[in-house]
């Protein structure tokens, strides 16, 4: 093979690889649905779409705020744990009315996140080991506020929340869809964007040119607080019962997993809120379509690990480095 | 920065060079001190003030199961501190642990003790390589792939015994149960690999090499030094010693349990980093870890002692609060050194 015939095969490799980052996703999410149609038509039935939707919807919320985390160059691994704590906190308020309590489990939320933040922006401490030690401590806080037991939840309002539909479509979709656009348009129409995936490009770069890269930091980790803590008032209000000590278990691990099979790079300076919906869909349908046809959950686990595997390796950046 | 500590540089007038590294600041002896030594202190003091508060703590009954019950997933943490060692991290060990001990339960229960021996030993180095292999060959970052990998050996787990409804049991006389029998056998295995992991890291080319590795990777790959081999073969540690641990747990235990080591992953990152083992690698010892994981059994202990009707959702939270504070005091006290 002569050297240039060479070369140009390296470059048809880097460019099916790049275009593999860029629309892979939602190639394979086109297809995966497809697939699943051509098994079993009746996956098209609006209860199966809605039982999907309903699904999806906590997920792709903490989901959304990992991607932002993730475009600075971190991570969170504590948003499991915000979940189980605002699983435990939202029984304890709901007597108030569910408004307050879900501006406490939130702002609550919001407190994990500015911890694990400013640890991160504050001390650069690296984001894995901060927000791990979050991860084990506010869990184990959680269930000591709430005993031994999973509560019941009676509150009509939460159960509304968790169960109601709008347009025929549930009303944790429409918070899920309404919190992604949102975060489309700071990642891409606002100062904040800008700056949040420079820091994720380069920090040193970013301080020395003025950013505030402090504020910043903190500010992401305290938005991926946020959506955990209302993901959780969601994962309440569905399933009708609070148990901080298993709701959200592997959250984080399915959160980083749709952003990266959606083509953000875990090395930052970059967000895909597109590509993370796509992405949070994909993993759900592939749990559902293996579910569906009696495949045991043990191999669902294998083949989820082998996707994780593989979305990382083909978004990875290739460069001299 | 204050008089004080200016004192000892400013008095004897500077002979040679030779005498400059006499000369390191005491605010920065006093870090570095610190940071190595710091869990040593700790341990020291914490046990001297629960034996002097408590009449059970100094038992022989109580230590003992301190060290019987924990020794094997001390192992964790040994194959974590080289791994750290190394920049990486490894968090697939808690999965490991646990499909180590299905397998060699299954091992035992089928073939004997060799095969319960072996059988972990040989999916444990399997899995290790694979996943350094991905780390340093296809560049992935280590979190993620042993992430990936946390999830994979805990699904091949739950395909081996149906789904976790399979218990898979130690023929009551099978001679592998004598390898986690009473106090001593544990102690001296676990004594033994972490005497030999010290050497390893000390006094072999392997240890300098994934040291220096950790310190700067492009340096030591323009110095000529096997990177990627180097890497490889730290995840194949870890993975190993997790399944090793798992096997002998399961001898101790008489059974393959299928839902034990779910979080073990955190503990053992706990315990290199308190054992002063920094986690950006290139500095640390495997005698620090070893007082790092004694100290948090320790602690644990005395939390089941005085705080056991708040159950184990206590000890997660001192947990994660000991490890953010450590973690915090490490930053600072590194940054105190490169100050100066």
């Given at each position: ?248 278990l592997t959250?984080?691990?399915s ?31 592939i749990a559902a379509v293996l579910t569906q046809h009696n495949v045991p959950a043990s191999y669902t686990q294998i083949i989820e690990a ?16 | ?150 999830l994979g050996?805990r699904g091949l787990l739950q395909a081996l015994t149906n789904e976790g409804a ?92 299928t839902t ?81």
């Amino acid at each position: 093979m002569s050297a240039d015939a060479w070369a140009s095969s390296v470059r048809d490799r880097d460019r099916l690889l790049h275009l593999l980052q860029e629309y892979g996703v939602y190639a394979a999410l086109t297809l995966l649905f497809a697939v699943a149609v051509g098994l079993d038509t009746s996956f098209l039935s609006v209860s199966n779409v809605r039982i999907q939707l309903f699904q999806v919807a906590p997920t792709l919320l903490v989901a959304l705020g990992m991607a932002l985390v993730i475009g600075t160059e971190g991570i969170d691994l504590s948003v499991g744990a915000v979940i189980a704590l605002s699983a435990a906190i939202v029984p304890l308020y709901l007597g108030y009315g569910l408004p307050l309590a879900m501006a406490i489990a939130l702002l609550l939320g919001a407190v994990c996140g500015a911890v694990g933040g400013a640890m991160v922006a504050l001390t650069r401490i690296q984001p894995i080991v901060a927000t791990l030690s979050l991860m084990i401590g506010v869990r184990g806080l959680a269930e000591l506020f709430n005993g031994d037991s999973a509560k019941p939840v009676t509150d009509s309002a939460l159960l509304a929340l968790g169960s109601d539909s709008f347009a025929g479509v549930p009303l944790m979709a429409w918070i899920a869809a309404g919190c992604a656009l949102l975060a489309g348009l700071v990642v891409r129409r606002t100062t904040f964007g800008r700056q949040l995936v420079a820091i994720g490009d380069n920090r040193q770069a970013s301080r020395l040119s003025g950013l505030p890269v402090r504020r910043v930091l903190i500010a992401v980790y305290v938005l991926s607080g946020v959506l955990a803590a209302l993901a959780g008032v969601m994962i309440v209000g569905h399933g009708a019962e609070a148990d901080p000590a298993n709701q959200g278990l592997t959250m984080e691990l399915s959160a980083i997993t749709a952003v990266v099979v959606g083509g953000t790079p875990l090395s930052g300076g970059r967000v895909r809120v597109l590509g993370t919906v796509a992405g949070a869909h994909f993993m759900q349908l592939i749990a559902a379509v293996l579910t569906q046809h009696n495949v045991p959950a043990s191999y669902t686990q294998i083949i989820e690990a082998a996707i994780i595997c593989f979305a990382v390796y083909a978004s990875q950046e290739r460069g001299t480095r | 920065m204050s008089p004080t500590v200016l004192q000892p540089t400013a008095l004897p007038p500077d002979p040679s060079p030779a005498a400059a590294p006499d000369q390191v600041p005491l605010r920065e002896r006093v870090a570095s001190q610190l940071q190595r030594r710091g869990a040593l202190a700790v341990l020291v003091l914490v046990a001297a003030i629960a034996s002097a508060t408590s009449s059970t703590f100094p038992t022989w009954s109580n230590i003992s199961s301190i060290l019987g019950n924990n020794a094997f997933v001390w192992l964790l943490a040994l194959g974590m501190t080289f791994v750290i060692m190394t920049g990486g991290i490894d968090l697939s060990v808690g999965s490991m642990y646990a499909l180590g001990g299905v397998l060699a339960a299954y091992g035992a229960h089928t073939g004997g003790t060799w095969l319960a021996l072996l059988l972990p030993l040989a999916v444990g180095a399997a899995w290790g390589t694979l996943q350094g292999l991905l780390v340093a060959r296809a560049g992935m970052a280590p979190f993620i792939v042993t992430l990936a990998g946390l999830l994979g050996a805990r699904g091949l787990l739950q395909a081996l015994t149906n789904e976790g409804a399979t218990t898979y049991l130690v023929p009551a006389n099978s001679a592998f149960r004598s390898f986690g029998a009473g106090t001593w056998t544990p102690v001296v295995i676990v004594a033994a690999l972490f005497v030999a992991g010290s050497l390893l890291l000390t006094r072999t080319r392997f240890g300098a090499t994934l040291t220096a590795l950790g310190g700067n990777e492009n340096a030591t790959r323009l110095m000529g030094l096997p990177v990627a081999r180097t890497k490889t073969l730290v995840y194949l540690l870890s993975g190993t010693l997790a399944a090793t641990a798992g096997a002998l747990g399961s001898a101790r235990l008489g059974s393959g349990v299928t839902t034990i080591g779910v979080g073990y992953e955190l503990t053992a990152i706990a315990s290199v980093v308190i054992g002063g083992t920094l986690l950006t690698g290139g500095s640390g010892s495997i005698g620090g870890t070893l007082n790092g994981v004694l100290l948090l059994a320790v602690i644990h202990n005395l939390i089941d002692h005085y705080f056991s009707q708040y159950g184990s959702a206590f000890t997660d939270t001192v947990n994660g609060g000991f490890l953010a504070l450590v973690v915090l005091l490490q930053t600072l006290l590194s940054r105190t050194q490169q100050l100066s």
